[in-house]
């Protein structure tokens, strides 16, 4: 990773010499290959994630194969492993389940990042050690950027235009933590990682002229204003379980105030350390994605900063047949002002002529995603009924 670093940084040199210049002369970036990411010729930009694989050395066969259909059929051109990746037991053991879950990538030679869940460090191998893991492999995008940050493989990953006249996007890449008791039950995250975002934040700016480089941010752990973003419902008196930013909640939430899935109550931290207010002030975070609750699938704005939780593409811990899948971003360059997601339903991989999903050890029948379609159409038309009749967020 020190060559991608020191790749990296040769053209963060070379982008604010062309930002430098750019007005007077027509300079273009060298080629740099997988290394630096970049905007399509077309403009477009295609992030896939796969939230929560969470399996061991013996990768599940319908994990694997959702991994490579999805991958055949959209070409990103990034793959964002979402944390709570790998839960093998022991080094050995867990590298192989790290060969695995990125093997679909490999193979086809799309570069991809992670981060860290609150399970990948469990089974007994540090996450400074996966990292290095995972680093082995070409195309592996993460880096720690500062290691006296608290957790592991903080960093942030710029798309230069495709023109290559500059940073034309940002996205971010945080370490929510594990689960500690001071937290009363999962990490947040901290103030030193907040303020390494907003010093590059502040840096990206100065090196775009001035002007703001928008951004998504990606993690694993939610953050707590899901509960206010959502509209669960304030509570004058105490549930233990669902106490966040200084409030009880009855985790029902107002059905018009999210889309897609919330089949269980979201579990961010129970300490708020600023992620989101830092978000706000700075501005540049339009969007955040989250793996961690696993049958959850739905997508939500506080402040204007959209909140979307990612269908879990692993089975090997608890998760549903209806929404599992995995998420597409795409950006397009000539308008960074929004973006289009989509969570991609296994089933419809699983329905698509050619698949080879039906086939795999513990894969369900051909009939049986054809039920699954049909009650996540039904879910979704109940959903919006619902919607209609419920009180304005
Ligand atoms: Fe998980």
């Keep these: 990773m020190k060559l991608i670093k ?37 403009g ?24 490579r259909e999805a991958l055949d059929a959209h070409s990103p051109d990034l793959v964002v492993y979402l944390g709570d990746n790998t839960v093998a037991g022991g080094y050995e053991n867990q590298a192989k389940a790290i060969e695995a879950i990125v093997a679909p990538c490999v193979e086809r030679d799309i570069p991809f990042t992670i981060v860290f869940g609150n399970h990948d460090q469990e089974q007994g191998v540090e996450k400074e050690v996966l990292l290095r893991e995972y680093q082995k492999y070409p195309g592996c995008l993460a880096y720690d950027v500062d ?45 030193d990682q907040i303020q390494w975002y907003k010093d590059t934040a502040a840096a ?10 928008p951004a998504i941010n990606f993690q694993h752990i939610i953050v707590p204003e899901v509960y ?18 200084g409030n009880n909640y009855l985790p029902v939430p107002n059905f018009g105030a999210y889309t897609g899935y919330i089949f269980e109550p979201p579990c961010p931290s129970h300490i708020n350390g600023g992620q989101m207010a830092a978000w706000i002030e700075t501005g540049d975070v339009m969007a955040t994605f989250y793996g961690h609750d696993h049958v959850n699938d739905f997508t939500t704005t506080y402040e204007g900063i ?74 979704d038309a109940l959903h919006k009924m619902a919607s209609i009749f419920s009180f304005a967020k």
Aim: proline share 3%.
């Design 228 to 245: 206010d973003a959502v509209g669960m419902i304030k509570l004058p008196f105490g549930i233990e379980d669902f106490n966040y930013n």
């Design 147 to 191: 290691p006296s940050l608290y957790g592991c493989g903080n960093h942030n990953l710029p798309i230069l235009a495709s023109d290559g006249l500059g940073i034309a996007f940002n996205l971010w890449f945080i370490d929510s933590g594990t689960s500690v008791a001071e937290a009363g039950g999962y990490d947040y995250v901290r103030e």
């Design 204 to 213: 990206l700016k100065t090196l775009n002229g001035g002007k703001l480089v």
């Design 6 to 42: 020191k790749v990296f940084a040769v053209a963060l040199a070379v982008m604010m010499l062309a930002t430098l210049t750019v007005s007077a002369f027509a300079v273009s970036l060298p080629d740099l290959g997988n290394s630096i990411l970049r905007f399509n010729e077309d």
């Design 306 to 379: 959209d909140i979307t939780t990612v269908p879990t593409v692993g089975c090997n811990s608890y998760s549903n047949d209806i929404n599992r899948g995995v998420g597409l971003i795409t950006l397009d360059e000539n308008d960074l002002t929004t973006y289009q997601y989509e969570a991609l339903r296994m089933y419809d991989f699983a329905l698509a002529e050619g698949s080879k999903i039906p086939e795999c050890d513990g894969a369900l029948s051909t009939i049986e995603y054809m039920l699954y379609k049909v009650l996540d159409q039904f879910l």
């Design 44 to 67: 477009k930009f295609k992030i896939m994630m796969f939230a929560d694989s969470q399996d061991d050395e013996t990768l599940e066969e319908t994990t694997a194969q959702l991994m």
